[in-house]
């Protein structure tokens, strides 16, 4: 067991899904577009030059802030950051230091021994996106569509101590930011990128050794694999005698591998200094008020009231507050099907969420809606249906896009509950496999399985399969 205890800190760079960039009205999002299309004077950094702030990103950002459980702030400023990289036009960054959008916050973590982490945050703050630099053999490509782009930069305390709580953390606020509607988040494509910041100390000890770097992860996957690599590096170093450098490092997914890019930067490297084409950001209480009113019931609140007020399993719990729409959805149906919360949610778990996949819909984007679905239940309740013909039914409302009820008249998939009909089926069963009769007679009494799909699938999955059971154990005696 190895006697290093891990730490390891987060900075995470959030797109935020505005219309428009942040200082300038170019659209934000750029994603398929040609290279350096989405480009004006203000966000290449021409000179005579005067960045306006965009409303939406400053609201967006304090609705993370309470999510976050942050304090947000009436008065806050931006600064320039300045550092020089080729896809930076201006030579600097508009960004908040001292006095940014919100102070402290945290999310707490659920861990699997079912204990939970509180994660502080040291910092949350605006910012405004870079280029991209593409390299190609022999030169270098810049595309600008990017500079602009509205961020949030969240930087936690270096509270995780394991590469696989960090990335479960990744997700974790991947799906806040999806949750409350301020960013989509695809780190495909570049909504939401992470730094890690990793160290190592003996177990029992509260310093903290200098750490190193691990740059621009666009993957939680690849993230985890850099992590656990650099953890291994750094141990295999101390006890060689060496000392870690706070170096930036790249990682290769493809070699597994991580490399050197230069030496950290520290806070005085960048000068910053307060943006002098700006004004502070002044947020009056009443509109503060109405943006945390505005949030809804947050994912880890309505997972707990999910096991407690409908006593669901927690796995099932989690899966149905996994996205925002399926929650909602879920809260649909019990609106329409209040009696069994259990059986909804299998429904929608084991049913409709393979349609979704299926389809590459989104709950919001099927035309079975949570009241066809309730629908549906209910039909299997009154026994109008069976279970078998209901999964049947889930798929044909979504197909035919028509009701459900109407689908079972049309159809003529009403439930055989007529003892006669079915007593017939069951004698041609019988008298059709008498292989299979005799097994059962000699005691395997698993064969009743057998003989009950026979009937099932020459009733055209229509009979009642209890009542098949009764009859054929009659029969068979």
Same mark, same amino acid.
């Given at each position: *067991? ?5 730490? =390891?800190? &987060? ?13 300038? !009205?170019?659209? #934000? ?19 005579? =030059? ?10 967006? #950002?304090?609705?993370?802030? !309470? $999510?976050?459980? $942050? ?14 990289? /080729? ?30 982490? +509180? ?10 996106? $870079? ?25 936690? !305390?270096?509270?995780? +101590?394991?590469?696989?709580?960090? #990335?479960?953390? =990744? ?12 960013? %989509?988040?695809? *780190? ?7 730094? @890690? ?28 694999? @850099? ?17 870690? #450098? ?14 050197? *890019? ?5 806070? @005085? ?5 307060? %943006? ?14 109405? &943006? ?15 096991? %407690?007020?409908?006593?669901? /399993? ?26 069994? /919360? ?6 929608? =778990? ?8 299926? &389809?590459?819909?989104?709950? $919001? ?91 099932? !699938? ?10 098949? +059971? %009764? ?7």
């Amino acid at each position: *067991m190895s006697s290093y205890e891990v730490v =390891i800190g &987060l900075e995470i760079h959030v797109q935020l899904n505005t219309k428009s960039k942040i200082f300038c !009205a170019c659209k #934000a999002d750029s994603w398929g577009d040609p290279p350096n299309t989405n480009i004006c004077p203000v966000c290449t950094g021409q000179p005579g =030059i005067l960045p306006v702030p965009n409303q939406a990103v400053i609201e967006k #950002a304090v609705l993370l802030a !309470a $999510a976050l459980n $942050a304090d947000i702030q009436p008065v806050s400023f931006f600064d320039r950051k300045n550092y020089f990289y /080729p896809d930076l036009p201006k030579g600097y960054q508009i960004s908040q230091y001292d006095l940014a959008i919100a102070k402290g916050g945290f999310m707490d973590l659920p861990l699997e021994d079912g204990s939970t982490r +509180r994660v502080q945050i040291e910092k949350l703050h605006i910012e405004e996106d $870079a280029g991209k630099t593409i390299h190609k053999p022999g030169r270098r490509l810049l595309d600008f569509n990017r500079c602009g782009v509205p961020l949030v930069e969240m930087v936690t !305390a270096p509270d995780l +101590r394991s590469a696989d709580e960090a #990335a479960n953390f =990744i997700r974790q606020f991947r799906q806040l930011l999806r949750w409350i509607g301020v960013s %989509e988040a695809s *780190m495909e494509k570049g909504q939401m990128r992470f730094d @890690a910041n990793v160290s190592i100390r003996e177990k029992g000890a509260t310093i903290l050794n200098p750490k190193t770097e691990i740059k621009n992860v666009n993957s939680v996957e690849h993230g985890r694999d @850099a992590m656990k690599a650099e953890i291994k590096r750094q141990i295999k170093e101390v006890e060689a005698g060496n000392k870690i #450098a706070s170096w930036t490092l790249d990682w290769n997914e493809d070699t597994q591998t991580l490399s050197k *890019m230069r030496s950290k930067e520290t806070e @005085a490297d960048y000068r910053y200094f307060k %943006e002098p084409d700006l004004l502070a950001v002044k947020l009056r209480e009443e509109r503060i008020k109405e &943006l945390v009113e505005s949030l809804p019931e947050l994912p880890l609140d309505r997972e707990s009231r999910f096991i %407690e007020e409908y006593k669901l /399993p927690a796995r099932e719990a989690k899966v149905l507050t996994s996205e925002k729409q399926l929650s909602d959805y879920f809260e649909g149906i019990i609106k329409h099907y209040p009696q069994k /919360p259990k059986q909804a949610a299998n429904a929608l =778990i084991n049913d409709v969420l393979g349609l979704m996949n299926e &389809l590459h819909l989104s709950a $919001a984007e099927l035309f079975l809606t949570p009241e066809h679905l309730a629908e549906i239940l209910k039909l299997i309740d009154e026994e109008v249906i069976n279970t078998s013909t209901g999964k049947e039914l889930i798929r044909k409302t979504q197909n035919l896009q028509k009701d459900p009820r109407e689908i079972v008249e049309e159809e003529g998939l009403a439930q055989v509950t007529d003892s006669g009909a079915i007593e017939s089926i069951c004698q041609d069963v019988i008298q059709g496999n008498p292989s299979q009769v005799e097994q059962y007679k000699s005691g395997k009494g698993g064969v009743i399985g057998w003989l009950i799909g026979q009937v099932m !699938a020459k009733s055209g999955g229509k009979a009642d399969p209890q009542l098949v +059971r %009764e009859l054929l154990e009659k029969l068979l005696k």
